[in-house]
T-cell receptor, first 116, second 110 residues
Framework: GAVVSQHPSWVICKSGTSVKIECRSLDFQATTMFWYRQFPKQSLMLMATSNEGSKATYEQGVEKDKFLINHASLTLSTLTVTSAHPEDSSFYIC????????????FGSGTRLTVV | TQLLEQSPQFLSIQEGENLTVYCNSSSVFSSLQWYRQEPGEGPVLLVTVVTGGEVKKLKRLTFQFGDARKDSSLHITAAQPGDTGLYLCAGASGGGKLIFGQGTELSVKP
């Protein structure tokens, strides 16, 4: 089945630094990937839709300059949290959409970001 | 904006009891999916319902999609401690975006 690898699984960074999270589709091409944020005991909130070769589409209220998304290839999308602050601490999850046979969404295992 | 209202948000029951989780919207979705998520992990797909009125069964779990494709339910029979987790409904909207309900935190006590 489709597999999405998300890395790192957890990261601790100092306030003011930037952190990059990678999301790779291992055995299929994903023209569309999604980035979600999740707080403890809450659901997933869609942050942005990432399309290969074009600019990401951000949901209302999400700062595009703070959460930089790059989708340069059909198997890789990255989310960079710039100038991180403690309030950016959260669980970030990516999802890749497979439009071919076996159409569906495959989720990464998530990245726990802690900003200190 | 398409929204999914999921209820209840928290549920604590004894082993052996039955439960139902509801997912409602004022919008029509092309499909609805149910996921289960463990702490610190990504959500895992349980089922996708596509046709209005569709009923799918997965062992002790029964999923139903409303006739108008605006609502869905998850029914668990004879819940077990291993069923404990966060259950999420999600609807596919235009552009392929998957919108999630608020989630139901289920705790099954032995």
């Amino acid at each position: 089945g489709a597999v999405v690898s998300q890395h790192p699984s957890w990261v601790i960074c100092k306030s003011g630094t930037s952190v990059k999270i990678e999301c790779r589709s291992l055995d299929f091409q994903a023209t569309t990937m999604f980035w979600y944020r999740q707080f403890p005991k809450q659901s997933l909130m869609l942050m942005a839709t990432s399309n290969e070769g074009s600019k990401a589409t951000y949901e209302q209220g999400v700062e595009k300059d703070k959460f930089l998304i790059n989708h340069a290839s059909l198997t890789l999308s990255t989310l960079t949290v710039t100038s991180a602050h403690p309030e950016d601490s959260s669980f970030y999850i990516c999802s890749a959409l497979s439009r071919g046979e076996g159409y569906g969404y495959t989720f990464g295992s998530g990245t726990r970001l802690t900003v200190v | 904006t398409q929204l999914l209202e999921q209820s209840p948000q928290f549920l604590s029951i004894q082993e052996g009891e039955n439960l139902t989780v509801y997912c409602n919207s004022s919008s029509v979705f092309s499909s609805l999916q149910w996921y289960r998520q463990e702490p610190g992990e990504g959500p895992v797909l349980l089922v996708t319902v596509v046709t209005g009125g569709e009923v799918k069964k997965l062992k002790r779990l029964t999923f139903q999609f409303g006739d108008a494709r605006k609502d869905s339910s998850l029914h668990i029979t004879a819940a077990q401690p291993g069923d404990t987790g966060l259950y999420l409904c999600a609807g596919a909207s235009g552009g392929g975006k998957l919108i999630f309900g608020q989630g139901t935190e289920l705790s099954v006590k032995p």
